[in-house]
C-alpha cells in the first residue's frame, strides 16, 4: 500500500507494525470506546510520539475539558504539553464552552467552517502535520441535537481534510453496553480507519484493554484485537493480540 499512499506512523510502540506501516497521510481516523478505556491517551500518544520521534508538529482541540483540567491532567500522567508549546511544537486549542449553544442557534456548517479555518491558521503557522480533536463534537442527550451535530461534524471533518491537510484522529464516546460505533451514527462512515477501545475480562477475573481495528479504508489491514496497556510518561503501548479474555458480546457486533 505504501506505493500508492504515504504512510504516517502512529510512533505508538506495537501499532504501527500491526496496521501495516501506519496512516494514511491527510486522512482521519476515529477512535471510539466507552469511558475510562484510554481514548484521550491514544490519541495524545499519536501526538507526543509524533513530535518526538518525527519531528512533526501537533494540534490538540480539548472539546470537553479547560485548558487547565486538561494540562493538570496531563501533568500527573507524567507529560509536559506546556514545554511542548513554549517549543513551537504543539498547540492546545480549547473552543468556547457553550459551543453545543452556538451550534444549536446558528447553521452547524457555519460553526464547523469557522473552527476550520481556525485550525488552518494554527496549522499554518506551526507546520502541524496532525490533528486530535478530543471528542469531535460536545457530548449531548437531547434527541433533537443529534441530526445538527451529524451536519456538524460531516461539515468539521470533511472541511479538515479540504482545508487544512493534516493527519487526524477524532475521538467519540459511546453509551456502555451500546451496539454503535460511535455517538451520533456518522463518524465511522466519514473516518478512513475506526479503532474501537473496551476492556475486557480475563479467565481470573482481572480486566485487560483492547484496541479492536474495526475498519482500514485502502489498507489490507484485518480486523484485529489487540491487547493495550497504559504507561506513566509512555502513553499506550500495544502489546499484541489479546488472548484468554472474555469481550462482551455487543463489542464486536459493532
Known amino acids: 500500500m505504501s506505493l500508492y499512499y504515504d504512510l504516517v506512523p502512529t510512533g505508538i510502540p ?38 518526538y520521534k518525527y519531528g512533526e508538529p501537533g494540534i490538540y482541540v480539548s472539546v470537553d475539558e479547560t485548558y487547565d483540567q486538561l494540562m493538570n491532567g496531563v501533568r500527573r500522567f507524567g507529560w509536559d504539553l506546556e514545554a511542548l508549546r513554549e517549543q513551537g511544537y504543539l498547540e492546545v486549542l480549547i473552543p468556547e464552552m457553550d459551543i453545543i449553544e452556538k451550534i444549536r442557534e446558528k447553521d452547524p456548517i457555519t460553526i464547523a467552517r469557522s473552527l476550520v479555518y481556525t485550525i488552518a491558521d494554527y496549522a ?61 451514527g456518522v463518524e465511522e462512515f466519514l473516518a478512513a480507519g475506526v479503532f474501537v477501545m473496551g476492556l475486557a475480562q480475563t479467565t481470573e477475573g482481572d480486566f485487560k484493554r483492547y484496541l479492536f481495528i474495526r475498519k482500514m ?20 503501548v500495544v502489546k499484541g493480540p489479546l488472548k484468554d479474555v472474555h469481550i462482551p458480546f455487543y463489542a464486536l457486533m459493532i
Open 14 to 51: 506495537g501499532l504501527d507494525e500491526a496496521l501495516g506501516g501506519g496512516l494514511i497521510r491527510g486522512r482521519t481516523y476515529l477512535i471510539s470506546g466507552e469511558t475510562g478505556t484510554g481514548k484521550t491517551l491514544l490519541s495524545l500518544s499519536f501526538l507526543i510520539n509524533g513530535i
Open 124 to 184: 499554518k503557522s506551526l507546520e502541524a502535520q496532525r490533528l486530535v480533536i478530543d471528542p469531535i463534537a460536545p457530548l449531548v442527550t437531547l434527541e433533537k441535537d443529534v441530526q445538527v451535530l451529524r451536519e456538524y461534524i460531516r461539515a468539521l471533518v470533511m472541511g479538515i481534510e479540504r482545508e487544512v491537510g493534516v493527519t487526524t484522529i477524532i475521538t467519540t464516546e459511546i453509551p456502555t453496553g451500546a451496539r454503535v460505533i460511535s455517538r451520533y
Open 217 to 236: 479504508r485502502w489498507q489490507a489491514v484485518q480486523p484485529t484485537i489487540l491487547e493495550v496497556e497504559i504507561q506513566p510518561k509512555v502513553g499506550v
